[in-house]
């Protein structure tokens, strides 16, 4: 059976740091595109970074440019979100997505058929 765990949100104070954590079982994650996506209470889903199958190549929403950084781990089958300077504006639930249709990334969440259960991440003093 094919899942993504995701693990690693929490509280956070702003100006701080988090890591996320995307592990995968069932496949090999380094022949997924896999892609982090958030969604903050009455607002839509967002994709905020993607680490594709094809050469590895990132993308990050222009929000968190600078600030987070995707990586992979495929000797753990995980991918990570690092993310540091947090904003009140972070806050939300981050969800891992992975697909192994695509080979460039996509901000589209209809891209992706493999989806973890989210973590909450919650930036505030």
């Known amino acids: 059976q094919l899942m993504v765990v995701e693990s690693g949100g929490g509280l956070v104070q702003p100006g701080g740091s988090l890591r996320l954590s995307c592990a995968a079982s069932g496949f090999v994650m380094t022949y997924y595109t896999v892609a982090w996506f958030r969604q903050a209470p009455g607002k839509e889903r967002e994709g905020v970074s993607c680490?594709?199958?094809?050469?590895?190549?990132?993308t990050y929403a222009d929000s968190v440019k600078g600030r987070f950084t995707i990586s992979r781990d495929d000797a753990k089958n995980t991918v990570y979100l690092q993310m540091s300077s947090l904003k009140p504006e972070d806050t939300a639930v981050y969800s891992c997505a992975a697909e192994p249709l695509l080979i460039s990334c996509s901000d589209d969440d209809k891209s992706y058929d493999y989806w973890g259960q989210g973590t909450q991440v919650t930036v505030s003093s």
């Open positions: 680490i594709n199958s094809g050469d590895g190549g990132t």
